[in-house]
Nanobody, 117 residues
Framework: QVQLVESGGGLVQPGESLRLSCAAS????????MGWYRQAPGKQRELVAG???????DYADSVKGRFTISRDNAKNTVYLQMSSLKPEDTAVYLC???????????WGQGTQVTVSS
């Protein structure tokens, strides 16, 4: 079992930056990929970014060039650095992990990101 705890959400103005963190505990050696989804009111949950245990990254087209995902294996933590934030980035951001590509994800509790002037 893997447990995920997110932190770092908040309220920012358009154009500002924010960094999210997701700390994993439990059976962390079984993790193949970690990353972030987001869900805005009335919209489907969408993949934002993911990073595999080999360091391969994947991003949604809407965040490429603005968001960067990274991981600190020593701290079992994944980070999402978000820059040039837009109001449409407003959502609950959920950390996830999977033990292999076809596995069901484990979810964190979510953290709210609000971008508004």
């Amino acid at each position: 079992q893997v447990q995920l705890v997110e932190s770092g959400g908040g309220l920012v103005q358009p154009g500002e930056s924010l960094r999210l963190s997701c700390a994993a505990s439990g059976s962390i050696r079984s993790i193949y990929v970690m990353g972030w989804y987001r869900q805005a009111p009335g919209k489907q949950r969408e993949l934002v970014a993911g990073i595999t245990n080999a360091g391969r990254t994947d991003y949604a087209d809407s965040v490429k060039g603005r968001f960067t995902i990274s991981r600190d294996n020593a701290k079992n933590t994944v980070y999402l650095q978000m820059s040039s934030l837009k109001p449409e980035d407003t959502a609950v951001y959920l950390c996830y992990s999977k033990i292999h590509v076809f596995a069901s994800p484990t979810w964190g509790q979510g953290t709210q990101v609000t971008v508004s002037s």
